[in-house]
């Protein structure tokens, strides 16, 4: 008696349905979660045939099936779970685990049948995918318009993506390419900033405005190009893992002092460049090249975004364990929006309009910066300046 007390008690509290049915189908009993499922009171199942809480077409085939199994004694879904459909009182079809045994009771054959809701997991699965759907709308409607671009490059990356070894050759031919680009294009820009020179000499006598313009704007354009041209060579020694540190220790002062004397010739009308040191300590270990190319970019961003008679100040701190160089300038600043994307190779702020550049200077910089082991990070408000700051470990 205890024993079936505890066996009731049991089909009674468990979280899922359990309903036995005859061998003619007739239901015999149900447990209160079966009940809450479909929606019936215990009177108005039991004694009934189970197709009722079947939709079509199973209603009407299921006493077949029953009759086939009796028939053959080959069993189709005892002992096997499978997802099936139930039909609530209400007439709502929902979906559930069914796991079927057979018991031999008394000379008579009971099938038990256990039901596991699964409409929380379907309807899960609904959202997620309705989810998914809407995001590949939001992607497909905001990329249309490059869709054949994306095809294209596709289509070209699965060509040279075959093998190894033609990857491997697509990007010797791709330094091929940029190097002699470089070259080629090197040789005509110094003929022409030669050539300038010359005339600027020649015309010294003439003292016309209009000729004097036109050759400030030849020397600007020939800045601009050869400045988009070295970005280009070392994006690809970056890229192409070509560049060794050469770590070498010296006077961090005396270095920064020589590199600003180089950039004060870019500076625009009274713009001033203010150097500093925070600390006596000035001998630092690290490659003087790769240093010089991030405070070049740097400062040279910060002349070239900040008006006429401005500052822009560098300083630096060093302590046992770190070095610190920091560049601010109260130029155009940068929009919130564009922060996340400032490193990305050839990105450029909104805000830029018609001031020249490639968009790789400040990621050949977090590049060089990541390769002596530091990192760099920067705070900007439109209209506020900008102040960038690199910390580099210190070695002794």
């Known amino acids: 008696m205890r024993n079936q007390a505890l066996l009731n008690a049991i089909i009674e509290n468990a979280i899922d349905g359990i309903i036995t049915i005859n061998e003619k189908g007739i239901v015999e009993s149900i447990n209160p979660s079966a009940c809450r499922l479909f929606l019936y009171n215990p009177e108005e199942v039991i004694g009934k045939n189970i197709s009722m809480l079947m939709p079509s077409p199973d209603r009407e085939k299921h006493d ?14 005892i002992g096997h779970d499978r997802d099936v459909l139930g039909r609530k009182k209400d007439g ?7 796991g079927v045994s057979e018991v031999k009771f008394e000379g008579e054959r009971i099938f038990a049948g256990f039901i596991h809701d699964m409409s929380h997991q379907k309807e899960a699965e609904n959202r997620l995918m309705q989810y998914t759907q809407h995001l590949e709308e939001l992607v497909k409607d905001r990329t249309q318009t490059l869709n054949e671009t994306i095809e294209a490059l596709t289509v070209t990356q699965e060509e ?13 031919i791709k330094s091929r390419l ?9 040789t005509p820009l110094s003929t022409i900033q030669l ?3 010359l005339i600027q000499r020649y015309v010294e006598d003439v003292n016309n405005p209009k000729i004097e313009t036109h050759i400030h704007k030849i020397k600007s354009a020939i800045a601009n190009l050869t400045a988009i041209l070295n970005d ?16 070498s220790s010296f006077n961090l002062q005396d270095f920064i002092k020589e590199v600003i004397g180089e950039l004060k010739l870019l500076t625009k009308k009274k713009q001033k460049i203010i150097c500093v040191s925070s600390t006596e300590v000035a001998f630092v270990k690290l490659d003087k090249n790769l240093l010089k190319n991030c405070i070049i970019n740097l400062v040279s961003n910060a002349i070239k975004y900040s008006g006429e008679e401005t500052e822009i100040e560098l300083w630096t701190a060093i302590t046992d364990n770190a070095i610190t160089i920091n560049v601010k300038d109260n130029g155009i600043g940068i929009p919130e929006e564009d922060h996340k994307h400032l490193f990305e190779a050839f990105f450029r702020a909104h805000n830029t309009g018609n001031i020249p550049g490639t968009g790789l200077g400040l990621h050949i910089v977090s590049r060089y910066v990541s390769l002596m082991k530091g990192t760099i990070s920067f705070k900007s408000a439109i209209d506020k300046g900008t102040l960038f700051t690199i910390e580099l470990p210190r070695y002794d």
């Open 64 to 77: 077949s099936y029953i009759e086939n199994y009796k028939a053959s004694g080959i069993p189709h879904i």
């Open 92 to 98: 709502n079809i929902f979906p559930f685990r069914l």
């Open 160 to 172: 040279v993506s075959n093998t190894l070894e033609k990857e491997k050759e697509l990007n010797k």
């Open 178 to 186: 940029l190097s002699m680009a470089s070259h080629e294009f090197r």
């Open 195 to 197: 050539s300038t020179a």
């Open 232 to 247: 280009f060579l070392l994006l690809e020694k970056a890229e192409s893992n070509k560049i060794i540190l050469q770590v």
